[in-house]
């Protein structure tokens, strides 16, 4: 039943050594997004898929990366990854892009940096 | 700038009494409200959502209250029930070319006590 599987649940990685985070959705929507969320934080968009349009936001650090080679997955890749970008990581569909339009949340990735 | 609120860190209600939820946002150009619900462990799930032409959306136990002028909002819960305990997240959108993204707050803990 699972409709946004993230890979892996837990990554350890260390401080600057390059990091892909996996999303796969078997909702065939459109719209695939990735936030970030720091503790006691509220989850941040990073940017968002719409098919295979890419949308950065615009405050988005281009230490992060993002890949989507077809409908049903989506890579992020932090290129050098930080003390500071130690996050959950959350992956989300839908099927257009309009907030009226229910995001499907993934149970999130924990990346943790040594 | 944090432009959605929610002030409370957490809330304990007793089960059967109304639990409430409050959010406030600063940015006027918000016209879509959402409130996701997360328990751990699980990403964030879609509960409840309100247009700012409508002052009051219900579905079921939980209704969303919006108060434009003071720009608020609060999500009702009645009866509120253990499995109620999780932490909900406000969210907001404005209007825009492109501006597909959601706003979130940092989320508020709520614990029901049987």
């Known amino acids: 039943d699972a409709m946004v599987i993230q890979n892996p649940r837990y990554q350890v990685t260390q401080f600057g050594k390059p990091v892909t985070l996996s999303c796969s959705q078997t909702?065939?929507?459109?719209?695939m997004y990735w936030y970030q969320q720091k503790s006691s934080q509220a989850p941040k968009l990073l940017f968002h898929y719409y098919d295979k349009d890419f949308n950065n936001e615009a405050d988005t650090p281009d230490n992060f990366q993002s890949r989507r080679p077809n409908t049903s997955f989506c890579f992020l890749d932090i290129r050098s990854p930080g003390l500071g970008d130690a996050a959950m990581y959350l992956c989300?569909?839908?099927?257009?892009?309009?907030?009226?339009?229910?995001?499907?949340f993934g149970p999130g990735t924990r990346l943790t940096v040594l | 700038d944090q432009q959605v609120k929610q002030n409370s860190p957490s809330l304990s209600v007793q089960e059967g009494r109304i639990s409430i939820l409050n959010c406030d946002y600063t940015?006027?150009?918000?016209?879509?409200f959402l409130w996701y619900k997360k328990y751990p462990a699980e990403g964030p799930t879609f509960l409840i959502s309100i247009s700012s032409i409508k002052d009051k959306n219900e579905d079921g136990r939980f209704t969303v209250f919006l108060n434009k002028s003071a720009k608020h909002l609060s999500l009702h819960i009645v009866p509120s029930q253990p499995g109620d305990s999780a932490v909900y997240f406000c969210a907001a959108s404005a209007p825009g070319a492109g501006s597909y993204q959601l706003t979130f707050g940092k989320g508020t803990k709520l614990s029901v006590i049987p």
């Open positions: 909702l065939n929507h459109n719209v």
């Open positions: 940015n006027s150009m918000f016209d879509y």
């Open positions: 989300a569909t839908s099927r257009v892009p309009l907030p009226t339009d229910t995001q499907y």
